[in-house]
C-alpha cells in the first residue's frame, strides 16, 4: 500500500541552525502538506502545496519557514535558524489521488529537538 | 473558518466497556469529517471518515462515528474496549478543499 515517507526520523539540532526536514508523498497525489505537534499539544496546520505554489499557510509559518518540492518526488520543509520552540514532530501528509474525499495520507513524522 | 471541539482531554475505560469520544466541529460549508487514531510513537492513522454519504461511518478496529448535522457532532465510538485501542484520537474537520483543521486529542486508557 502506497505510504508517505518522511527522513530523518529524529533530528537534534543546536540553536540557530538549518534544518530540513524531507518526505516523500505517495506519488500520484497533488496536495502536500505540514503539519508539526509540540509535545502534549495538538495537530497544527503549518503550510499546504500545490501545483509547485503554496496554497495556503498558518501564522505559524513564517519567515523562518520555507517549503518546496525540488525533484517531483521529495518534499521539504526548512527551518533557517532553529529556536527551541520549534522543537516538535512534525507531519508531511499528502492527499489528492483519483476521487480524493480530502482524507490526508501521514507519515510517521520527524521528531526535531532543538538545543 | 472551521474549528473542532473535543470534550474530555482524557477517557478511562474498562476493558469490554463501552468507548465514547466526543468531538463536535464548526464549519461554513458541508464539511468532512475524520477521526485519526495515533499510538504512541507513532503517525497519524485514519480510522474513519465522513464525506456526505451515510451519515453512520464503520470504520477500522470496530470503530464508528455517527454524523449528526443538527448537534454538529461525529462522535466516535466502539462497543467494547480492548487494551490496544489505548492511543491518543483526534478529531478533524475539513471544507473539502485540503486543510485539515484538528481538535485538542483526546487520550484513550483502556483498564484490564
Known amino acids: 500500500e502506497p505510504e508517505v515517507t518522511q527522513t530523518p526520523s529524529h533530528q537534534v539540532t543546536q540553536m540557530g541552525q538549518e534544518v530540513i526536514l524531507r518526505c516523500v508523498p505517495i506519488?500520484?497525489?497533488?496536495?502536500f502538506y505540514w503539519y508539526r505537534q509540540i509535545l502534549g499539544q495538538k495537530v497544527e496546520f503549518l503550510v499546504s502545496?500545490?501545483?509547485?505554489?503554496?496554497?495556503?499557510k498558518s501564522e505559524i509559518f513564517d519567515d523562518q519557514f520555507s517549503v518546496e518540492r525540488p525533484d517531483g518526488s521529495n518534499f521539504t520543509l526548512k527551518i533557517r535558524s532553529t529556536k527551541l520552540e520549534d522543537s516538535a514532530m512534525y507531519f508531511c501528509?499528502?492527499?489528492?489521488?483519483?476521487?480524493?474525499?480530502?482524507?490526508?495520507?501521514f507519515g510517521e513524522g520527524s521528531r526535531l529537538t532543538v538545543l | 473558518a472551521q474549528s473542532v471541539t473535543q470534550l474530555g482531554s482524557h477517557v478511562s475505560v474498562s476493558e469490554g466497556a463501552l468507548v465514547l469520544l466526543r468531538c463536535n466541529y464548526s464549519?461554513?460549508?458541508?464539511?468532512?469529517l475524520f477521526w485519526y487514531v495515533q499510538y504512541p510513537n507513532q503517525g497519524l492513522q485514519l480510522l474513519l471518515k465522513?464525506?456526505?454519504?451515510?451519515?453512520l461511518v464503520k470504520g477500522i478496529n470496530g470503530f464508528e462515528a455517527e454524523f449528526k448535522k443538527s448537534e454538529t457532532s461525529f462522535h466516535l465510538t466502539k462497543p467494547s474496549a480492548h487494551m490496544s485501542d489505548a492511543a491518543e484520537y483526534f478529531c478533524?474537520?475539513?471544507?473539502?478543499?485540503?486543510?485539515?483543521?484538528f481538535g485538542g486529542g483526546t487520550r484513550l486508557m483502556v483498564k484490564p
Open positions: 464549519s461554513s460549508v458541508p464539511p468532512y
Open positions: 478533524a474537520v475539513s471544507d473539502a478543499g485540503n486543510m485539515l483543521t
Open positions: 465522513y464525506t456526505s454519504a451515510a451519515t
Open positions: 501528509a499528502s492527499s489528492g489521488g483519483v476521487g480524493h474525499t480530502g482524507e490526508l495520507f
Open positions: 506519488s500520484n497525489h497533488l496536495y
Open positions: 502545496f500545490y501545483n509547485n505554489e503554496i496554497s495556503e
